[in-house]
T-cell receptor, first 113, second 113 residues
């Protein structure tokens, strides 16, 4: 039981490049999330998927797209990376939205030059 | 929009002292309040949570109190140890049919031996 896994762990991009961050969970959770964490800003929600087949915007969705590929996987795509997207990205999952524990992945540290 | 205010942003205590971190929230419909601990370079991990039908919850040296009337909740750590040094985040569920969590900006706790 690996919990929540993320790939890659580190990534450096040039401005304008694209990439996809991958997240998978093996806990049969229904809901999944993508957060970004910047110094002094806490965790801010980018997108979430309440259930398989649905996705919704969070607090800071601009510049990102997501795909809930199946119940296990939730990917985050940067179509044209900008230096402002330099951050640590965390994926999380929860069995029941809002009232259950969110389990976080190990994070992806992204630098955009 | 809804928000969670967390204070203080940094806290330094001597080993063995108590530490208190306070959060206020704005959404009257919030009913779930988790606390996460994040060690340097690691993922956030749940340490304790409380639901709106409970005023206080304890787990060994950690306790959380909730005052729904005043819309604030607090984390109390007694007999602090150096391994308690980390960043602590409070969060509150956002009301509505698909409520999510909104996080405070974090408190960096340093426990000096």
């Amino acid at each position: 039981n690996a919990g929540v896994t993320q790939t890659p762990k580190f990534q450096v991009l040039k401005t304008g490049q694209s990439m996809t961050l991958q997240c998978a969970q093996d806990m049969n959770h229904n809901s999944m999330y993508w957060y970004r964490q910047d110094p002094g800003m806490g965790l801010r929600l980018i997108y979430y998927s309440a259930s398989e087949g649905t996705t919704d915007k969070g607090e800071v969705p601009n510049g990102y797209n997501v795909s809930r590929l199946n119940k296990r996987e939730f990917s985050l795509r940067l179509e044209s990376a900008a230096p402002s997207q330099t951050s640590v990205y965390f994926c999380a999952s929860v069995l029941q939205i809002s009232t259950d524990t969110q389990y976080f992945g190990p994070g992806t540290r992204l630098t955009v030059l | 929009g809804e928000n969670v205010e967390q204070h203080p942003s940094t806290l330094s205590v001597q080993e063995g002292d108590s530490a208190v971190i306070k959060c206020t929230y704005s959404d009257s419909a919030s009913n779930y309040f988790p606390w996460y601990k994040q060690e340097l370079g690691k993922r956030p991990q749940l340490i304790i949570d409380i639901r709106s039908n409970v005023g206080e919850k304890k787990d060994q040296r950690i306790a959380v109190t909730l005052n729904k009337t005043a819309k604030h909740f607090s984390l109390h750590i007694t007999e602090t140890q150096p391994e308690d040094s980390a960043v602590y985040f409070c969060a509150a569920s956002i009301g509505g049919s698909q409520g999510n969590l909104i996080f405070g900006k974090g408190t960096k706790l340093s426990v000096k031996p």
